[in-house]
T-cell receptor
């Protein structure tokens, strides 16, 4: 069990560019979650996958955001046409059914 | 919608002393879980303790224990024999419903003084 990993750890991009983040969950975990955390706040839910199916999306997830989890393994989160308000830490977590979530180290996005 | 409130933005404790962090929540669900997560500076979120709402007995993990008052919707965390390594942001979180997504409070920053 190597834990949840996320790449890259840091991303600096210019406004208007597209960015993609990757999350590799714990191998036997079928549930995968994305959260966004801004400075001084608790994480906020973005989206949830059970296996490869995306079952819920937050209203925070605008049309510029898209997430996938092909084959129910790793997941990607893409932000198109980034805005300065997208600057945040993006956290990924995975879990077994009805069990606690294990978090990755996060990807810190800075939009300049 | 569920809400989680942490009314103490910052707390401090002397090393080896005991500190209690407060958390209240609001939900209409009958079956749910409550968690305390720890986030050290620039490090990842770590689960400290978990409580199932259907269990009356308060959860305990070594120096960490909770006081779960279901009727009052209160879920406080007690840290005994505080250590320097306990210094971190602590988040209270609620989980339930069909997908068990976490709803977090705003956090309490704990400082441990030597």
């Amino acid at each position: 069990d190597t834990g949840v990993s996320q790449n890259p750890r840091h991303k600096i991009t210019k406004r208007g560019q597209n960015v993609t983040f990757r999350c590799d969950p714990i191998s036997e975990h079928n549930r995968l979650y994305w959260y966004r955390q801004t400075l001084g706040q608790g994480p906020e839910f973005l989206t949830y996958f059970q296996n490869e199916a995306q079952l819920e999306k937050s209203r925070l997830l605008s049309d510029r955001f898209s997430a996938e989890r092909p084959k129910g393994s790793f997941s990607t989160l893409e932000i198109q046409r980034t805005e300065q308000g997208d600057s945040a830490m993006y956290l990924c977590a995975s879990s077994l059914p009805d069990n606690e979530q294990y978090f990755g180290p996060g990807t810190r996005l800075t939009v300049t | 919608a569920q809400t989680v409130t942490q009314s103490q933005p910052e707390m401090s404790v002397q090393e080896a002393e005991t500190v209690t962090l407060s958390c209240t929540y609001d939900t209409s669900e009958s079956d749910y879980y409550l968690f305390w997560y720890k986030q050290p500076p620039s490090r990842q979120m770590i689960l400290v303790i978990r409580q199932e709402a259907y269990k009356q007995q308060n959860a305990t993990e070594n120096r960490f224990s909770v006081n779960f008052q279901k009727a009052a919707k209160s879920f406080s965390l007690k840290i005994s024999d505080s250590q320097l390594g306990d210094a971190a942001m602590y988040f209270c979180a609620w989980s339930g419903g069909s997908n068990y997504k976490l709803t977090f409070g705003k956090g309490t920053l704990l400082t441990v003084n030597p």
